[in-house]
């Protein structure tokens, strides 16, 4: 009898060796004796400003995955970043286009401060300009962090499948519909946010001037762009010279970035915006450089 008690302890033990570490807050209690005891709590944070929606993700993770509740919930940006550095939830579902900070940049704040936090980004705005961005924000995380992007319109049964892969096995799991767009040539900071500065319709000196950069290192930086965008080119074809001639690169790459996604309307309104102030700004600057060369 007391060997088979020992072997289902040692195998009670290996099973708790081979489980993975409860992701969530630690926190130390007193017991009655007043000694320190540790214990991991878990919840999982829903960010989403539509309350049906919301609605609907709390009553499907409180049925399939209750042992990791109790269930969070944030409206908005600001308070899906305050939220997720305040609790350490198991697993953030943001959505992407939120009041306040994006779901993407909320990711990027929760991140920073919290490189362990499991992601997913549950949207029906899967543009490429949101897609470039994580990318580039899970790159610069070390390590990697585990994260999902899905499509809002699949099916549950594929919804909970995700879910289970990001929060239980730590691995990446990306919509089959958009593995294409997490392929594509990973745009730079400036490029991403040179598209939006074609898209309002400044000029390369413009550009120089707001990412204090030459003239030179403007234009070779969206030559790079226009690489990017256009795989095929006439360059170094017999069509060369006529396409030079027929279009107008920068509202070719406007186009380009339009057709997939690369720009959309609720964020070129954001950068319109701050666009304004900078140009304000920037005459008074202007003006001030004029008086000072005439003198």
């Given at each position: 009898?007391?060997?088979?008690?020992?072997?289902?302890?040692?195998?009670?033990?290996?099973?708790?060796?081979?489980?993975?570490?409860?992701?969530?807050?630690?926190?130390?209690?007193?017991?009655?004796?007043?000694?320190?005891?540790?214990?991991?709590?878990?919840?999982?944070?829903?960010?989403?400003?539509?309350?049906?929606?919301?609605?609907?993700?709390?009553?499907?993770?409180?049925?399939?995955?209750?042992?990791?509740?109790p269930i969070i919930e944030a409206g908005d940006g600001d308070t899906t970043v305050q939220l997720a550095l305040s609790e350490r939830p198991?697993?953030?579902?943001?959505?992407?286009?939120?009041?306040?900070?994006?779901?993407?940049?909320?990711?990027?704040?929760?991140?920073?401060?919290?490189?362990?936090?499991?992601?997913?980004?549950?949207?029906?705005?899967?543009?490429?300009?949101?897609?470039?961005?994580?990318?580039?924000?899970?790159?610069?995380?070390?390590?990697?962090?585990?994260?999902?992007?899905?499509?809002?319109?699949?099916?549950?049964?594929?919804?909970?499948?995700?879910?289970?892969?990001?929060?239980?096995?730590?691995?990446?799991?990306?919509?089959?519909?958009?593995?294409?767009?997490?392929?594509?040539?990973?745009?730079?900071?400036?490029?991403?946010?040179?598209?939006?500065?074609?898209?309002?319709?400044?000029?390369?000196?413009?550009?120089?001037?707001?990412?204090?950069?030459?003239?030179?290192?403007?234009?070779?930086?969206?030559?790079?762009?226009?690489?990017?965008?256009?795989?095929?080119?006439?360059?170094?074809?017999?069509?060369?010279?006529?396409?030079?001639?027929?279009?107008?690169?920068?509202?070719?790459?406007?186009?380009?970035?339009?057709?997939?996604?690369?720009?959309?309307?609720?964020?070129?309104?954001?950068?319109?915006?701050?666009?304004?102030?900078?140009?304000?700004?920037?005459?008074?600057?202007?003006?001030?450089?004029?008086?000072?060369?005439?003198?």
């Amino acid at each position: 009898m007391l060997s088979g008690f020992r072997r289902i302890l040692r195998g009670r033990a290996s099973q708790a060796r081979r489980r993975k570490p409860a992701i969530g807050l630690w926190k130390t209690t007193l017991t009655g004796q007043d000694s320190r005891r540790t214990i991991a709590v878990v919840s999982i944070l829903i960010a989403e400003d539509n309350v049906a929606q919301r609605a609907y993700l709390r009553e499907l993770l409180e049925r399939e995955f209750a042992s990791h509740g109790p269930i969070i919930e944030a409206g908005d940006g600001d308070t899906t970043v305050q939220l997720a550095l305040s609790e350490r939830p198991s697993l953030c579902v943001l959505d992407i286009q939120m009041p306040g900070l994006s779901g993407v940049k909320a990711a990027r704040a929760i991140w920073r401060a919290y490189p362990q936090a499991r992601v997913i980004f549950w949207t029906q705005f899967p543009h490429e300009v949101y897609i470039n961005e994580i990318r580039k924000i899970v790159k610069s995380v070390n390590p990697p962090p585990a994260y999902g992007f899905i499509h809002k319109n699949n099916p549950e049964a594929r919804f909970i499948r995700f879910i289970a892969t990001v929060l239980e096995d730590g691995a990446d799991m990306i919509d089959p519909a958009f593995k294409d767009s997490f392929k594509q040539p990973l745009l730079t900071e400036f490029e991403a946010e040179a598209l939006y500065y074609l898209a309002l319709g400044l000029s390369n000196w413009a550009i120089a001037r707001k990412c204090s950069l030459s003239l030179r290192g403007v234009e070779s930086r969206l030559t790079a762009l226009y690489e990017k965008l256009f795989v095929t080119t006439a360059e170094g074809t017999p069509n060369e010279a006529y396409d030079k001639l027929a279009y107008n690169i920068r509202t070719r790459a406007f186009f380009e970035a339009l057709r997939r996604g690369l720009l959309n309307s609720d964020e070129l309104e954001k950068a319109a915006k701050e666009l304004e102030g900078w140009i304000e700004r920037d005459q008074k600057r202007y003006l001030e450089e004029s008086k000072t060369t005439a003198h």
